[in-house]
Nanobody, 125 residues
């Protein structure tokens, strides 16, 4: 049974920082490709960031590039999303997703088999 659990959301002022964590269990963690997606009320779920297996190539949405950093600690079975210079438009429920094995389409939500329950991030102006 694979479980994906996010943590670290909260309320922050514009310009502030938050770090989201996501733990995935059930299989050898280093073989997971991991992604972060977000969804705001009335909007489609959108890609935020992803990291592929083994080599660890990273990908970012244009709206967060330069402000967000995704990283993976295989010793802790955890992926992180460091979010700096937060803006009100970053407000959303953030979801962590895992794919067993690598993916050639890390920005595509359909590539991911396992999803967390989501964590709320609210950025006040």
């Amino acid at each position: 049974q694979v479980q994906v659990v996010e943590s670290g959301g909260g309320l922050v002022q514009a310009g502030g920082s938050l770090r989201l964590s996501c733990a995935a269990s059930g299989r050898t963690f280093r073989y997971y490709a991991m992604g972060w997606f977000r969804q705001s009320p009335g909007k489609e779920r959108e890609f935020v960031a992803a990291i592929r297996t083994i080599i660890g190539s990273t990908y970012y949405a244009r709206s967060v590039e330069g402000r967000f950093t995704i990283s993976k600690d295989n010793t802790k079975n955890t992926v992180y999303l460091q979010m700096n210079s937060l803006k009100p438009e970053d407000t959303a429920v953030y979801y962590c997703a895992a794919n067993w094995g690598d993916t050639t389409r890390p920005t595509d939500s359909n590539e991911y088999n396992y999803w967390g329950q989501g964590t709320q991030v609210t950025v006040s102006s």
